[in-house]
């Protein structure tokens, strides 16, 4: 689990260890280790303003987390199994999770119970994202669906089918009106929100277990079990394979773009993050967690 502090000079990963860690993307240091991700944080993201980072763990509970001294802010318990993905909303007011119990819960951030719920998916939950604007949240299932929620009212916008198996990776591009997903058939997927219709297929080939799309939507990248191929960056402008970063040891689970777009770190069950300058392909020292 990796994310992008909103500076992009910082990262935050979790790990099995029920650590989480917020590294200096320049020195490769550790600056701040986090305790209490009981069971392991099994996804992770910051908070817009940047002083707060949020874990999604394995015994189901949102801990949210002081990122300047590591304490412990608040427990969103609600979840029933692994915790696989959390987002905050654009405006920092709520805290959105998915988990394997098959929903998704919007969380206000000013009382610890469930807002909202999202329900809907067959099994487990594996990614969600939110739209720029905050209106919409976006999300992929053990169900092999994509589906399109009303951030608001927690209604139901649109179920999107297209993959063959388990899809564990959204995103959105660019201004929300299309999106990216991807899983265990090997492809990457582009779909017309408005429509629901898949408009670019994009073969990566192997598993893939994490996707990101910088701001710009100008390319993604997808990674997953194959280390030879490695993280496959795509060009959103032609749907075509532009390059690929190879050097992690494992399996990428997790993929994250600095905020401007130019960086992009990688982590991968070798035990490592690499951060990698997205233009000259070449990772900077590795970062091990």
Not at 49 to 65: S, W
Not at 181 to 207: C, F, I, N, P, S
Not at 243 to 251: I, S
Request: aromatic share 6%; proline share 4%; glycine share 12%.
């Amino acid at each position: 689990a990796v994310a992008f502090l909103p500076s992009g000079r910082l990262v935050v990963s979790g790990s099995a260890d029920a650590t989480l860690r917020i590294w200096d993307v320049a020195s490769g240091k550790t600056v701040r280790l986090i305790e209490g991700a009981k069971m392991g944080a099994y996804s992770v993201a910051a908070s817009p303003d940047g002083r707060k980072v949020a874990a999604g763990c394995k015994d189901g509970i949102v801990r949210e987390f002081d990122a300047a001294d590591g304490k412990v802010l608040r427990e969103l318990k609600g979840h029933l199994g692994y915790v696989r993905s959390v987002v905050y909303a654009p405006d920092g007011s709520r805290l959105f999770s998915s988990a394997d119990d098959g929903s998704i819960r919007a969380w206000p951030l000013d009382k610890a119970q469930a807002e909202a719920k999202l329900e809907g998916h067959r099994g487990g939950v594996l990614s969600i994202a939110i739209s720029p604007d905050g209106t919409r949240v976006l999300s992929a299932g053990r169900d092999g669906t994509v589906r399109l929620w009303d951030a608001a009212t927690a209604r139901l916008l649109r179920t999107c089918e297209g993959h063959r198996g388990w899809v564990e990776c959204a995103a959105f591009v660019a201004d929300g009106a299309q999106a990216l997903t991807a899983g265990r058939d090997g492809r990457v997927l582009r779909w017309d929100l408005k429509t629901g219709k898949v408009t670019a297929e994009m073969q990566h080939g192997a598993w893939i277990h994490a996707l990101a799309c910088p701001p710009d939507g100008k390319r993604a990248c997808s990674a997953g079990d194959a280390q030879a191929t490695g993280i496959v960056c795509w060009d959103l402008q032609t749907n075509q394979k532009q390059r690929a970063f190879v050097g992690h040891q494992g399996p990428v689970t997790a993929l994250a773009f600095s905020p401007d777009g130019t960086r992009l770190v990688s982590a991968s069950q070798d035990g490592t993050l690499l951060v990698w300058q997205v233009e000259a392909a070449e990772p900077q020292p590795n970062k091990r967690h």
